[in-house]
């Protein structure tokens, strides 16, 4: 399989292709301390910042091919926390297709955590046929915990007053505004993740290190252990530092060459493989990336705020790959909390064209996609998830702060001439009148029985059971698989085969492709019409940073977007607390 996010065509570029000396086998090498990418950086400056970070795909695509490649000798892994549950979930898939080939793999760290925890770098590192641990270092392998945030009191002290309202009690991206702790709702949904959480933790652990799952329970209550605790529980295989790890494992090897996985290519290979597809065409499954918060208009991104979806530019994307006649099968990968209700539907209507060519389109569903992330992903033909993603909330909210008094205690006044009864119905200067809470309900009322019904009929469930399992509640992708609302648990290379078999061509026929691709150029080339493919490359910010701080301090209700006090769309998933 061809890697579908390589950065630079080896066609054009064959020098950048890291190849071992002849007969030189390679040792592979995973540093997950610098940290991972759902896809490449959003914006020239983000880029530079994480020039030497590799993306997920990339990673996950290189150990794939690394499985059946000769040269490959083995693999080690210095392991951080700087994954996510469900990226590891990903991760270990494809180190144990390395194991299942017969090649060595090594996962080492200084700690699984210090004096925090240390959970998903450990779950990662226990698919490794062996574990080591630095003398000094811990297991902090010591269970899920989840924090939420609430400052509701701390607004009303700055006289901010919140105005928001949710369907249905699940639905508690606002609470963080509206209360001063947990609803019970609030708790029950955050417990069941929790949960889920932790099972899947255990599961994981308990089969790769051949431990009963109640031993893996006890090692838990017990933690944070000790690296000697750790060898005597079976979680550690061996005690030592960096270099006698890297000594063990060369020694077993022979002589070897150390190369980072996403540097390493099998580049004759490639090169003569790339020319075969040339000319013959290869059937493509493209990979349509979807990633950060959804709005109208075209994609963006920032050093500051990361990727965004754009409806237009998502749209465009949608609309390139279903004239592409070389493409077979389209995988949609998610990787979003929602936002804007009338983007996503947007979004969704062009994904049901894109079925009606006749190409199978698969979700897959990376960290989080809940509420507009769920909405465009439930209409494909098959949704998978991670056992770890966050998904559902199907759900909706709409409101908004009013600062009047806050201003007012600053000495900042504003007045406003206005036209119509409601004109200034989403005005931050006053509440909602009783006519204009009314007309926000009904609104809210509205979008909800639209999101669960379009969610009933795209999974094809009876809207009463839809309905029971959304009212805004966050599920795990394990969960969530039971509920009907996913289809199967896997990562993006499983969302590949599933494509792959729904068209009808054998994976290892098929070429894999990240489109539609634009070149720096053509980024720079005004598009024709809003279907050309260059209609597809996310759209930079136009206002220099002075011009925007300058608006932002004109305008108080833009502040307050930039503060993450309002400017949300009404499906935002809650996102404000933290799972590790």
């Given at each position: ?97 390395l194991c299942e080939a017969g090649k060595p793999t090594v996962a080492w760290a200084e700690s699984f955590g210090e004096s925090g925890p240390g959970n998903v770098g450990y779950h990662l590192a226990s698919a490794f046929d062996e ?35 949710q369907r249905a009690e699940y639905k508690t991206a606002a609470n963080m505004f509206l209360e001063s702790a947990m609803t019970e709702p609030h708790k029950e949904m955050v417990r069941a993740l929790v949960d889920s959480a932790m ?62 996985v996403e540097r390493h290519r099998d580049g004759v290979r490639a090169l003569a493989r790339k020319g075969r597809d040339v000319i013959r065409h290869r059937p493509v499954v493209a990979v349509v990336q979807a990633t950060g918060p ?287």
């Amino acid at each position: 399989m061809v890697d579908p996010l390589t950065p630079v065509p080896s066609l054009i570029a064959p020098s950048l292709i890291a190849l071992p000396r002849p007969g030189r086998k390679v040792l592979l090498e995973l540093d997950l301390t610098r940290g991972l990418l759902e896809q490449p950086p959003a914006s020239p400056v983000g880029a530079l910042r994480a020039r030497h970070v590799p993306t997920l795909h990339v990673l996950v695509d290189a150990l794939a091919r690394a499985a059946r490649d000769d040269r490959v000798a083995g693999l080690v892994a210095h392991v951080g926390e700087r994954v996510s549950l469900a990226q590891s979930g990903e991760l270990r898939a494809a180190v144990r297709r390395l194991c299942e080939a017969g090649k060595p793999t090594v996962a080492w760290a200084e700690s699984f955590g210090e004096s925090g925890p240390g959970n998903v770098g450990y779950h990662l590192a226990s698919a490794f046929d062996e574990v080591w641990l630095q003398p000094s270092g811990e297991l902090g392998l010591v269970g899920v915990s989840a924090q939420a945030v609430f400052v509701r009191d701390a607004l009303a002290k700055l006289g901010v007053q919140a105005q928001i309202s949710q369907r249905a009690e699940y639905k508690t991206a606002a609470n963080m505004f509206l209360e001063s702790a947990m609803t019970e709702p609030h708790k029950e949904m955050v417990r069941a993740l929790v949960d889920s959480a932790m099972a899947t933790l255990v599961t994981d652990i308990a089969a790769a290190r051949r431990l009963s799952e109640p031993q893996v329970r006890d090692a838990v209550d017990a933690a944070p252990l000790t690296a000697q605790e750790a060898v005597e529980r079976g979680l550690v295989d061996r005690i030592g530092y960096r270099d006698e790890a890297y000594a063990a494992l060369r020694e077993r090897l022979g002589k070897v060459e150390t190369r980072y996985v996403e540097r390493h290519r099998d580049g004759v290979r490639a090169l003569a493989r790339k020319g075969r597809d040339v000319i013959r065409h290869r059937p493509v499954v493209a990979v349509v990336q979807a990633t950060g918060p959804i709005h109208l208009g075209r994609s963006g991104g920032s050093p500051f705020s990361g990727h965004s979806i754009g409806s237009d530019t998502l749209g465009a994307a949608l609309r390139a790959v279903g004239r592409d006649e070389h493409v077979r099968a389209v995988v949609l990968r998610v990787d979003s909390p929602g936002g804007s209700y009338v983007a996503s539907d947007a979004i969704r209507r062009e994904v049901h064209a894109l079925r009606r060519t006749g190409r199978p389109v698969v979700a897959s569903m990376g960290n989080v996609a809940g509420s507009g992330g769920y909405y465009i992903a439930m209409p494909a033909d098959e949704v998978v998830a991670g056992a770890a993603t966050l998904t559902g909330s199907i759900g909706v909210l709409a409101g908004k702060q009013v600062i009047a008094d806050g201003l007012a205690r600053l000495g900042v006044r504003r007045e406003s001439v206005s036209a119509g009864r409601f004109a200034e119905m989403y005005s931050t200067e006053r509440p909602f009148d009783s006519h204009e809470w009314r007309r926000l309900e009904d609104q809210l009322d509205r979008i909800y029985a639209d999101f669960t019904g379009k969610a009933a009929e795209d999974r094809r469930m009876p809207l009463e059971r839809m309905q029971e399992v959304a009212k805004g509640r966050v599920w795990t992708g394990a969960d969530a698989v039971e509920r009907g609302l996913v289809d199967r648990i896997g990562g993006l290379s499983d969302a590949v085969d599933v494509a792959c078999r729904r068209a009808g061509i054998r994976r290892e026929d098929a070429e894999v492709r990240t489109l539609p691709r634009v070149s720096p150029l053509d980024r720079l080339r005004p598009a024709q019409n809003s279907d050309a493919p260059r209609g597809a490359a996310l759209t930079l910010p136009t206002l220099s940073l002075p011009d925007q701080l300058m608006t932002a301090l004109a305008l108080p209700d833009q502040l307050m977007t930039l503060l993450g006090l309002s400017g949300w769309g009404a499906l935002t998933m809650p996102v404000l607390w933290e799972l590790r």
